[in-house]
């Protein structure tokens, strides 16, 4: 009799004792589920504040802009919920960069490093106002006014209806720029302007100097390398002409009549 109720005690006690066992198992269960999920929205809360933004290649972005694009809306940042695919995505789509690149860089930054388009010409659209080019003819700008010498001005032609974002598809005017392309900063901050004629014949002016007339507009790219080699033979030079002829193989320069001369 002892015996029996001996045993069925310790088995009752086993059962209560795997039933609080279980029932710890289920209170840690939920309460590591709690955490982690308070723990979750914690880190992920707009108001949490985590990492920093390092911005190269480029002063027109802010780290407010970055911070925005990156799906953070006003801020602050936080790497939790920063994404560098949006950045990357809105930024392919922004004019004013021809390159864009985000990553996170050790230990808590986002990084974002852009190339910006470079200004290559002005020319005139079929709205009375001007359009600015990169080298690879995307629009960049459109203005009512030349506001700067940061490009030549392109006489001649109207590259049509064209906006912001557009590319010019002008054949004259993308070898133009190829041309422009292929020179050294210090030539092409020497051009002044580059007229084209109803023949699509291409005169460029040095500032502070005299014409160089180029032939063709859709065989101008070729023509770089002889620019720059007799660019660079005359930069310095205080040489006295009417204009420099590259329309043919051998340069030709045209200089002025001699005074008194009959």
């Known amino acids: 009799m002892d015996s029996s109720q001996s045993f069925r005690e310790q088995v009752r006690r086993r059962r209560r004792q795997k039933i609080w066992r279980l029932v710890k198992l289920v209170l840690f269960t939920a309460a590591s589920a709690a955490a982690c999920f308070y723990g979750w929205r914690f880190l992920h809360s707009p108001s949490f504040a985590f990492g920093s933004v390092s911005i190269h290649g480029t002063s027109l972005l802010t780290e407010a802009d970055v911070i925005s694009l990156a799906g953070c809306g006003k801020g602050p940042l936080n ?108 030539a092409q901050q020497r051009i002044g302007e580059i007229a084209v004629d109803n023949k699509q014949e291409v005169k460029l002016q040095l500032s502070g100097c005299f014409p160089v007339r180029l032939g063709k507009a859709q065989e101008l790219a070729q023509k770089a390398p002889l620019f720059m080699t007799v ?32």
Do not use: M, W
């Open 79 to 186: 790497l939790f919920n920063a994404s560098t695919s949006r950045v990357r995505e809105a930024l392919s789509h922004d004019v004013r960069f021809q390159n864009a690149e985000a990553a996170y860089r050790f230990p808590v930054t986002l990084q974002v490093s852009v190339e910006e388009r470079q200004p290559a010409l002005y020319v005139a659209n079929s709205y009375r106002s001007y359009l600015k080019l990169d080298y690879n003819g995307i629009v960049i700008s459109v203005t009512t006014t030349i506001p700067d010498a940061k490009a030549p001005v392109l006489a001649g032609v109207k590259c049509g209806n064209l906006y912001l974002g557009d590319r010019v598809e002008d054949e004259g005017v993308l070898q133009i720029l190829k041309f422009l392309q292929q020179l050294t900063p210090e």
């Open 231 to 262: 660019f660079n033979e005359i930069k310095d030079k205080n040489i006295k002409a009417e204009y420099i002829d590259l329309t043919f193989a051998k340069p030709y320069i045209k200089l002025p009549p001699k005074q008194g001369a009959v």
